[in-house]
């Protein structure tokens, strides 16, 4: 008998068959995403602007060791450099002396902090000057500078550093194209050069605008002597900068500085000097019971215009500099505080024209003009791999003249100083750099003091400056020096 087959659950089969199919369909599980390739780690070393730095694995801190030296020859032309007989038969040494020396011998040191903080110091050894009688030995500190980046277009300085005063003064020495400074900025603008003090300084994103105002003690490297403060402040424009035309770098900006020195101030001011060291305006001036040093007093009063105009591989640039500021004469030799035979006046003008030309090679090698800002590592910008050497061939020329008056009030005698003082220099030079951080430069300057009187009397009713005197005693009314550079800076 056939056995009895079971039935057959039509609802159940197609419940079953519904379940498998669903189970068939789902998903497969989802790839995993990749992992994300290793943060490329920070160098540990490396260039950046041609200059080396070590840095910590994250980039949070960089170390930059640097330092300059500047090798100079300084040759008088116009029979200037012998010993001469003064009024009174006795005979005294050369004003200058032909000689090679080191006018910079300088260590740097540059460290840098979270991208924020940066600071510089450095220490010179060199002798400065050709005059033997100025030079100065052993370690000095030329820059003690902390610079916080309050935000991309606003920073702090403080410390001490170049006063923001003129286009030359606030470039570096690695770049002026003259050798040093004109003597509108070194010896009358700005003779002090550096400042103890604070500044806030910036530029906007697009590069039109650059601001900086500080408050300084007002007496150069010296610790403040009186208790008051200097107040200086630049500003330039690029007007030109987005129209990216030739004339794009055009450069037009202006300085001031003002500040007040006390009866307690206990130094003379600055000689004037050429580029060669020579001093034709001294702050003492007379001799035995005549003798009087001047004195900073009073008021302190400088102004500055500065035309940059950069257009194809040429560059002009002038500055035109007013000083007006007073000083005490005191007795001697030394300067002596809260001591006064009577009060004096400075007031004058300086300016300079400097025209020059990229034969070859890149032009402007050597850098920007009137910046100085401090040197920070950016980790995205770091030099590749050496290229091949850049050099460049530069000549230029300069013409400047410098006028002031120097009136003095009454007093028991009248003033040794008292006068108009005038000078014209003229200078042309030849620079070869290797990269910006190799030079060789010479220069020829000649200087002439329009009205001078040879004899050196100080009746001389027009211009009581002079050069250096001959054999036989008397002043140059012109002279030259040829000078020679070799500098080296990392």
């Known amino acids: 008998m056939p056995r009895p087959h079971a039935p057959l659950h039509l609802p159940a ?3 079953a068959l519904v379940v498998t199919a669903s189970a068939g369909a789902q998903p497969a599980p989802p790839t995993p995403a990749p992992h994300p390739p290793p943060a490329r780690a920070t160098p540990t ?3 950046f602007e041609g200059r080396f730095f070590v840095a910590d694995p994250g980039g949070r801190f960089w170390l930059a060791p640097s330092g300059r030296l500047h090798l100079d020859t300084v040759l008088f032309t116009g029979g200037v450099t012998g010993s001469y007989q003064n009024g009174a038969g006795a005979y005294r040494p050369p004003d200058v002396a032909s000689s090679m020396f080191a006018a910079r011998a300088r260590t740097e040191v540059l460290a840098g902090w979270l991208d924020r903080y940066t600071l510089m110091l450095s220490f010179e050894f060199g002798t400065g000057t ?4 100025q030079a100065y030995n052993g370690a000095s500190l030329q820059n003690a500078i902390f610079n916080i980046q309050l935000a991309r277009w606003l920073n702090l300085q403080l410390g001490m550093f170049n006063t923001p005063f003129t286009i030359e ?3 570096s020495s690695n770049t002026s194209d003259m050798i040093e400074r004109s003597m509108t900025v070194r010896a009358f603008g700005l003779p002090g050069t550096k400042e103890w003090g604070a500044m806030l300084w910036g530029e906007d994103p697009r590069g039109i605008v650059y601001a900086s105002v500080g408050f300084f003690g007002g007496d150069g490297n010296r610790i403040n002597a009186d208790g008051s403060a200097m107040v200086a402040g630049r500003v330039f424009v690029h007007p030109l900068a987005v129209a990216r035309g030739p004339l794009a770098g055009l450069q037009l900006g202006g300085s001031a500085l003002y500040s007040h020195a006390g ?3 206990n130094y003379s001011m600055q000689s004037m000097r050429t580029l ?7 702050p003492s001036a007379g001799s035995g019971m005549t003798q009087v040093t001047s004195v900073p007093s009073d008021e302190q009063l400088g102004l500055a215009a500065e035309l940059l105009v950069p257009f194809w591989r040429m560059n002009l640039r002038a500055e035109l500099v007013y000083r007006d500021y007073g000083v005490r004469e005191v007795p001697g030799a030394s300067a002596q505080p809260g001591v006064s035979l009577r009060s004096a006046n400075v007031r ?3 300016h300079y024209v400097f025209l020059d030309g990229w034969l070859w090679g890149q032009p402007r090698l050597s850098g920007s003009f009137g910046y100085q800002n401090p040197f920070r590592v950016r980790f995205d910008h770091l030099d590749q791999s050496a290229g091949p050497v850049r050099r460049a061939l530069q000549v230029g020329a300069r013409w400047e003249y410098t006028t002031f008056e120097y009136t003095a009030g009454d007093g028991a005698t009248p003033s040794p100083r008292a006068g108009r003082y005038q000078l014209h220099a003229f200078g042309v030079v030849a620079n070869y750099w290797i990269e910006r951080y190799l030079r060789f430069s010479v220069l020829y300057q000649h200087y002439y003091f329009p009205n001078a009187d040879p004899s050196g009397s100080t009746d001389a009713p ?3 400056a002079g050069g250096p005197h001959d054999a036989e005693g008397n002043r140059a009314v012109s002279f030259g020096e040829l000078m020679a550079r070799a500098a080296m800076a990392f």
Do not use: D, E, M
Request: charged content about 5%; aromatic content about 18%.
């Open 348 to 350: 004058g003008t300086s």
């Open 45 to 47: 070393s490396g260039f």
């Open 263 to 265: 009866a307690s101030v």
């Open 130 to 133: 050709s005059t033997p009688s």
């Open 462 to 464: 027009f211009n009581r």
């Open 276 to 282: 060669g060291g020579y001093a034709w305006f001294s």
């Open 13 to 15: 089969l197609l419940g």
């Open 169 to 171: 003064n606030r470039t």
